[in-house]
């Protein structure tokens, strides 16, 4: 009867088991087709000249609009924790979606920049960054055992979509103009964002207390689960956001300028420095991937470390040693990569580092970094006048924020290791005998 009973346990706990596992994979997919739409927004630079033709604005004037897109992202995170707690993960995800979509399609109909700076930029930007932190976030959190993978995954997912849509927006453009091509890329983007998140299921996160811990656990496991409050109270906080400014700026500056580069300092000529934004695309996504998996192996801020020291010398290259070809792909390559690879490992070290319960709120006060980053590349080559400077102060943050990388640990490391020792002190009384 006992071993009639024990088997019908074991059968229930491993079909659970199975479901939960299951369950735990359609919400990846739910994530990578939410996060594939978000990523779309990254194709605007094909606008920019179609739309300076049609209405007759400087081309630079229409840039401006995906720097506030940028920053608006960036700021949105700061409020997306406290609307899911309000709305919920799954309804917030969709007004996103919605909100984002329509953003889209009533650009098609604006004709002056204060409109399009508005809608294309300001309501598409927050929108974006409200489905995009809360999205991560939550998958994060369904994968406590895998973050840098999982964190890999749904980022990659974003670049995924961004690349896919140059040639989804491309075509569009070329069909029916700019103005139809918003409207019907807002369709698809809001199908795909409102239908990944029937997929999605909202993770729940309790802080575990050291008397849920059974005897003999190890006490370094108990993490105390920080607010926004506590976090921003840790040197560790400050730090994080000072390596996550730089690796932002580095990465960010670079996509904006490379097809430059490739013409004024590696003397190609416009068609073939115009394939770096491709392979651009194509090693951020491989290395928000790769990287990702890696950190769960190796280290977080072992793999941080390495990929800023990898930048560091790419733009010194860049900006001292004579580029050809080669040299120029490389350097682009390797940047591009390791760019990939640090948002992608951040959101799981902000978990290691301060827990997962806060996640959305924590993050998104480091994910500032990103906001900030892609403003400063810009703000200090026009005030450094060109490329070689630039890539020279960013070396040097790359360098700064290296040695960070190699020193920080997370908050209240040491007391937690010496609240270990006392307890193994307890554990064992003859190693005090000793």
């Known amino acids: 009867m006992k071993a009639a009973i024990s088997s019908a346990s074991s059968a229930s706990n491993s079909t659970t088991t199975s479901s939960l596992s299951m369950n735990r994979w359609l919400i990846v997919l739910g994530t990578i087709i939410v996060q594939m ?41 700061l409020f997306a924790g406290r609307l899911q707690e309000r709305w919920g993960l799954r309804r917030l995800i969709r007004v996103a979606g919605i909100v984002l979509g329509l953003g889209l399609i ?7 920049l204060t409109l399009l700076y508005l ?13 995009y932190i809360t999205s991560l976030s939550n998958l994060i959190k369904w994968f406590p055992e895998r973050k840098g993978l999982i964190s890999g995954i749904s980022v990659g997912a974003f670049g995924t979509g961004s690349l896919l849509f140059k040639y989804v927006n491309s075509a569009l453009i070329s069909a029916v103009g700019p103005a139809q091509a918003f409207m019907y890329w ?17 993770a729940v ?61 590696a003397g190609l000529n416009v068609t073939t420095a115009a394939n770096a934004v491709a392979m651009v695309a194509i090693f951020n996504t491989a290395g928000r991937i ?31 040693v004579p580029l050809n070809f080669g040299i120029f792909f490389a350097c682009v390559a390797a940047i591009a990569f390791c760019f990939g690879g640090n948002i992608t490992v951040f959101p799981a070290i902000v978990a290691d580092y301060f827990g997962l319960k806060n996640q959305s709120k924590n993050y998104g006060v480091i994910y500032q970094g990103f906001g900030f980053g892609a403003l400063a590349g810009s703000f200090i080559s026009a005030l450094l006048g060109g490329f070689h400077l630039t890539f020279i102060v960013i070396a040097v943050l790359c360098a700064v924020s290296l040695l960070m990388a190699l020193i920080i640990t997370p908050p209240g490391t040491s ?18 005998a000793s």
């Not at 294309?120 to 409200?130: H, K």
């Not at 807002?186 to 909202?202: D, N, P």
């Not at 190890?218 to 976090?231: D, G, L, Q, W």
């Not at 937690?416 to 064992?428: G, I, V, W």
Request: include cysteine; hydrophobic fraction near 50%.
């Open 119 to 131: 809608l294309a930029g300001f309501v598409v930007g927050f929108a974006d960054g409200t489905a």
């Open 205 to 265: 996160v309790r802080e575990q207390s050291s008397a849920s811990v059974k005897e003999g656990a190890k006490p370094a496991e108990v993490r105390h689960e920080y607010t926004v409050k506590e976090m921003l109270r840790t040197k560790e906080a400050y730090m994080l956001f000072g390596i996550f400014f730089t690796a932002c700026m580095s990465g960010l500056y670079l996509i904006g300028i490379v097809k430059d580069i490739g013409v004024q300092l």
């Open 106 to 112: 009533l650009s098609s109909q604006v004709s002056s």
């Open 290 to 320: 790769i990287l990702g998996a890696l950190s769960d192996k190796v280290g977080r801020m072992k793999v941080i470390a390495g990929a800023l020291l990898v930048t560091a010398v790419a733009v010194m290259t860049l900006s001292l």
């Open 415 to 432: 007391l937690r290791a010496r609240d270990s020792h006392k307890k193994q002190m307890q554990f064992n009384p003859s190693s005090r």
């Open 186 to 202: 807002g369709m698809i983007v809001l199908v795909l964002v409102v239908a990944g998140s029937f997929l999605i299921r909202e």
């Open 37 to 77: 739409g978000l990523g779309t927004i990254y194709t605007w630079s094909l606008f920019n000249q179609p739309l300076s033709d049609r209405f007759g604005w400087d081309v630079s004037s229409v840039a401006i609009t995906f720097s506030i897109t940028s920053f608006a992202l960036a700021f949105a995170t």
